[in-house]
Each structure stands twice: as structure tokens, then as C-alpha cells.
């Protein structure tokens, strides 16, 4: 399967997922050409048709010089994911690090809000972090006892990118972020990885709600 087919047929997985609602949603996937260039893929912005190889948006690394190629499909309204900048750090955040996604989940968003409702109530916990603690599923997401997973506010691309280099450098071992009201940005080694630590963290995301309803903490603001 080529490097297009796989980038195709997990974004239409995802949709089908409930993952990418309306179109929105965003996948990136850095491959090899040799050993000092690499190519990237991106999808475009609000992809509501099925998603073809000639829609995606090719950025080039060849030795330390960046060009973008528009895709093949390119009409007059045609744009890089306004995910792009965020999706394009985090694939420069490890060598292992090959793919990164924005999802639209509905138990990540609602663990954002949680977190600043709890932060209100309690003033115990810092509002843009949730901590992942005790779960035996962590062990999947390399981590043996907790997790922090940073939050940050939905806004533009230069504000978000911003918030979340400051926000990693606080809290280096996540693989993901939390983007408040509106779902996560999460990395991996492929687009594989990537699809089982959304499905994981929704789930442990999902044990975060229901923890605060059993603290009587109101998990909506």
C-alpha cells in the first residue's frame, strides 16, 4: 500500500469513526526519501468529499529546504489544513515520530472542560492539564503510573502553535494535547500508532469524566 492509500484510508476510517465530523480533522504523514530529505503529506482544510491522493498537499525536505506542492485537484478555495503548523511541530519532535493527527472526540473535549471546572471548584488542579493516573492502559502510552496531557485553547494556527510549544516544554513525555471545546492533536511512529492512542486516550479520557461525577465534581462548566 502506498504512502497516499494509507494516509486515504485512515482518514476515511476516522470519518466513519465519528472522528472527523463535517469534514474537519486533519492528518499529516512524514516519509523517507533518503537519508537526509524527507516528504510530507497533509490533507487539506474541511475535506466533506471522499478524499483523494490528487487533494493532498505535498511539503518537501530536501537537505534543510522546504517547498510545498499544491495537489493535483487544486481549486481557487483550496487550503493546507489550518492544522498544518501544529501537526508539522510535532512531527519535529522525535526521530521516531512519523505521524500526527487533529481529531474532532467528543470524551477528550469534554475532559478539557472538566479540567476548568475542577480548577474552579477545587483550585487544586491546574487548568490546562488533565492528569492520567492509575489506569493499567497507560502502559500502552509508554507511561507506567500517570500521564500529563497539556490543554490548550482552540484559536488560530500562530496562537495554538505558540500555546502548545510552551506547553510541551513543561510536559515533554505526552503524546498528545488537548485542544478545549474542540478534541486532540496526537503523534506516533505511523498513522497505525497514532489510531490506537485516539482510541485509548478517548477511553481514558472517558474514565476522567465519570471520576469527577464520582467526586461530586461537575464536569461541565
Not at 494509507?6 to 465519528?18: D, P, S, V
Not at 537519508?35 to 487539506?44: A, C
Not at 506516533?188 to 479520557?205: F, Q, T
Request: net charge negative; with cysteine.
Amino acid at each position: 500500500m502506498s504512502d497516499t492509500d494509507t494516509i486515504i484510508n485512515t482518514f476515511e476510517r476516522f470519518k466513519k469513526r465519528g472522528w472527523m465530523p463535517g469534514g474537519n480533522g486533519a492528518l499529516a504523514l512524514m516519509c523517507s526519501i533518503t537519508e537526509n530529505s524527507k516528504k510530507i503529506y497533509i490533507t487539506p482544510e474541511d475535506t466533506q468529499e471522499k478524499l483523494t491522493s490528487s487533494d493532498l498537499f505535498l511539503l518537501r525536505d530536501l537537505y534543510g529546504s522546504q517547498d510545498i506542492r499544491q495537489p493535483l485537484n487544486q481549486a481557487e478555495d483550496t487550503k493546507i489544513s489550518y492544522w498544518a503548523p501544529l501537526l508539522l511541530e510535532m512531527l519535529s519532535r522525535g526521530a521516531e515520530t512519523t505521524a500526527a493527527v487533529q481529531v474532532i472526540t467528543k470524551w477528550s473535549a469534554l475532559s478539557a472542560r472538566a479540567a476548568l471546572a475542577a480548577w474552579k471548584r477545587t483550585a487544586e488542579n491546574h487548568p490546562n492539564v488533565i492528569r492520567l493516573a492509575h489506569w493499567p492502559l497507560l502502559s500502552k502510552l509508554n507511561s507506567d503510573r500517570e500521564l500529563y496531557i497539556p490543554i490548550i485553547n482552540h484559536g488560530s494556527s500562530e496562537s495554538m502553535l505558540l500555546e502548545a510549544k510552551s506547553m510541551l516544554s513543561l510536559y515533554p513525555q505526552t503524546c498528545a494535547i488537548l485542544v478545549r471545546d474542540y478534541g486532540m492533536v496526537v503523534w506516533g511512529r505511523s498513522l497505525l500508532d497514532v489510531e490506537n492512542k485516539i482510541e485509548i486516550l478517548e477511553h481514558l479520557c472517558e474514565l476522567q469524566i465519570y471520576s469527577y461525577t464520582l467526586l461530586s465534581i461537575p464536569p461541565l462548566v
